[in-house]
């Protein structure tokens, strides 16, 4: 099975800090994914990655940036945490064309 | 401009009886489609999928329909069970590699199993 880890399950920070949020994956996948979900508004994806050291920007990438210096670990940074960033996030990763694999994700609360 | 849309928030079925969920889609680069179930406190779970070169795709309860003409894809779950509430998403992508593989995603339906 699949096992894609997030570092931490809860974290609360305060505003303007950096924030890190690590995601682990054990199965080789190429491809790598973060998402936030939030009421109402669904999964929402910020970046992704289809390489080592390869990234793009998803649908709402601002304030956020990405990390990928090894295959098996994919790293979303917040550089100034701000209140609207409250929400939970969910990493994924799959291979090639294949479904992706989500880890139980962070509900991060900026205050 | 969303093009993945679940336009039901919620759907409420009886034990037993068949649950069906919705999906509409608009782009027509879309050629693979998902279905993922979410529990509180979860990460999504993948349930199945269908290409576009079928229309129909079954695994043991759940059966996914895909009208392509129609741009309506939908998820039938029998029988439904209680451990069957959660929130399901639809999802999709296109053709080709690299960016390709992104998925969007709809805004889900939570269905409810009333014992």
């Known amino acids: 099975d699949v096992k894609v880890t997030q570092s931490s399950r809860y974290l609360v920070k305060r505003t303007g800090e950096k924030v890190f949020l690590e995601c682990v994956q054990d199965?080789?996948?190429?491809?790598m994914f973060w998402y936030r979900q939030d009421p109402g508004l669904g999964l929402r994806l910020i970046y992704f990655?289809?390489?080592?050291?390869?990234?793009e920007k998803g649908d709402i990438p601002e304030g956020y940036s990405v990390s990928r210096e090894k295959k098996e670990r994919f790293s979303l940074i917040l550089e100034s945490a701000s209140t609207n960033q409250t929400s939970m996030y969910l990493c994924?990763?799959?291979?090639?064309?294949?479904?992706?694999?989500f880890g139980d994700g962070t509900r991060l609360s900026i205050l | 401009d969303q093009q993945v849309k679940q336009n039901s928030p919620s759907l409420s079925v009886q034990e037993g009886r068949i649950s069906i969920l919705n999906c509409d889609y608009t782009?027509?680069?879309?050629?693979?489609f998902l279905w993922y179930k979410k529990y509180p406190a979860e990460g999504p779970t993948f349930l199945i999928s269908?290409?576009?070169?079928?229309d129909k795709n079954e695994d043991g309860r759940f059966t996914v329909f895909l009208n392509k003409s129609a741009k309506h894809l939908s998820l039938h779950i029998v029988p439904s069970q209680p451990g069957d509430s959660a929130v399901y998403f639809c999802?999709?992508?296109?053709?080709?590699?690299?960016?390709?593989?992104?998925?969007?995603f709809g805004k889900g339906t939570l269905l409810t199993v009333n014992p």
């Open positions: 199965m080789d996948h190429e491809n």
């Open positions: 990655s289809y390489d080592v050291k390869m990234k």
């Open positions: 994924a990763s799959s291979l090639g064309r294949g479904p992706q694999h």
């Open positions: 999802a999709a992508s296109g053709r080709g590699g690299g960016s390709n593989y992104k998925l969007t």
């Open positions: 782009n027509s680069m879309f050629d693979y």
């Open positions: 269908i290409s576009s070169i079928k």
